[in-house]
């Protein structure tokens, strides 16, 4: 399950709460921008546009606090590519999710002789979880807020989204309450406030699940491919990453027949044309 992608969920599909808790602005005239970055593709998690200030709230989510390349550098990379392409002044912020000791969640800049770049770090198990339950799309991070006692703090959380009007908006919000919940609760506790049975019905669930299994089969493929022929180009990672479950599991069996990158570079456009 990717902790991740509800986070990414929750800001592509409700920006303006997260521009009002991170911004403390009150704007609605918010776009949301391509999360997808040019010159070797990288993605962000989320690109919110204010539009009447010309600027740019940028998100990155991390459960883990280790990343490749490390994060401050990721974060300068994003950022010279959101202005190289925007031209605005951007507020970056990293959520970390999951409570930890490690420095890369108490670290907010990048100092490389001359090169200076900060950004900005909100670590959940230290904030209020006050702010949080006043909005439905975050809800799902008040379950990781600052807490003394965690029955409470689920029930306060229940309790919101038992309020939710909506049936469809009130099962995606219940999957993604559930799903972050895990990273801080027992499953017995979760259940004893929760109704799993919102989650299951709630098509983003069915999503997350679906994304995970294909990520899984695209790891596996690629790691097949690379002790088959070696060194898989970037770009060609990139097409067997766009392939639907049944081309992976399709190349899954090709692969075996390979000899090097030029054997995929065929089997690929063979794809594509079908």
Not at 204 to 223: A, C, F, L, P, S
Request: glycine share 2%; hydrophobic share 40%.
């Amino acid at each position: 399950m990717s902790f991740d992608n509800i986070c990414k969920y929750l800001a592509a599909s409700y920006p303006e709460p997260f521009v009002r808790w991170l911004l403390a602005s009150n704007a609605t005239d918010i776009q949301l921008l391509p999360s997808e970055l040019s010159r070797d593709p990288i993605r962000a998690d989320a690109v919110i546009r204010l539009q009447s200030t010309n600027s740019i709230l940028h998100l990155e989510f991390q459960t883990l606090p280790t990343s490749t390349p490390p994060l401050p550098l990721r974060m300068l990379d994003y950022w010279v590519r959101l202005y190289r392409q925007y031209e605005c002044p951007i507020e970056q912020v990293v959520i970390f999710l999951q409570e930890t000791t490690n420095n890369a969640a108490y670290t907010n800049q990048l100092s490389v002789g001359n090169t200076q770049h900060r950004y900005r770090v909100v670590r959940l198990w230290e904030q209020d979880a006050a702010p949080l339950l006043t909005n439905p799309a975050l809800l799902p991070l008040a379950v990781l807020a600052r807490t003394d006692s965690s029955a409470a703090l689920l029930e306060q959380v229940a309790t919101q989204v038992d309020m939710i009007e909506e049936p469809q908006q009130q099962r995606n919000i219940s999957a993604c309450v559930e799903v972050l919940a895990s990273l801080r609760f027992e499953p017995d506790l979760i259940r004893q406030y929760l109704r799993e049975e919102l989650m299951r019905e709630s098509p983003i669930y069915q999503e997350i699940i679906q994304e995970g299994v294909q990520r899984g089969k695209q790891d596996t493929v690629i790691r097949l491919l690379t002790r088959r022929i070696g060194t898989v180009p970037p770009q060609l990672q990139a097409q067997v990453q766009s392939l639907s479950i049944e081309q992976l599991d399709e190349l899954s069996e090709a692969l075996f027949d390979f000899a090097s990158a030029t054997d995929l570079t065929a089997w690929l456009q063979q794809e594509l044309m079908r």
